[in-house]
């Protein structure tokens, strides 16, 4: 059943991780103090969704940046300066693909879908290394 970007509103709070998420944060090229105290920050997504257009308000570390994307129109993510990304809806999940997300090539995936109406799982693809987390809706 193709997804309803609507059933992504709401505020969600990262509650999973794969083992090796530091590493897929270090290759995306996050913030050193992210990944070394990943295991103990809080992060905090609220989604208001309406159509084919979203926006995400991320709270992480006590700084707050938001962004909008609109379904099929690549646009540069406020949130990470300088990478174009394209939002489409595949099926179940909203994928965000990054053709260049590096300035050298590198390709990144991500795909976003709901586990339950109150879990959502990202998962990252990135060359070869693969990683993901969930979200609860609080």
């Not at 990943?38 to 989604?47: G, K, L, P």
């Not at 006590?62 to 690549?74: A, C, D, H, I, R």
Request: charged share 25%.
């Amino acid at each position: 059943m193709p997804l309803n970007l609507e059933n992504f509103s709401g505020t969600w709070k990262l509650s999973k991780k794969s083992d090796n998420l530091a590493q897929v944060m270090q290759k995306l090229g996050e913030p050193q103090a992210l990944i070394e105290n990943m295991d103990s920050v809080e992060v905090v997504v609220d989604i208001k969704a309406s159509g084919n257009t979203y926006t995400m308000k991320y709270t992480v570390m006590g700084k707050t940046s938001e962004s909008t994307f609109t379904l099929g129109t690549e646009c540069e993510d406020p949130i990470t300066p300088n990478k174009k990304a394209t939002h489409t809806i595949e099926g179940d999940a909203l994928v965000i693909n990054y053709s260049n997300h590096d300035g050298k090539g590198l390709v990144v995936r991500k795909t976003r879908r709901l586990v339950d109406a109150n879990t959502a799982r990202t998962e990252y693809k990135i060359g070869d290394l693969e990683g993901f987390y969930e979200a609860k809706k609080i």
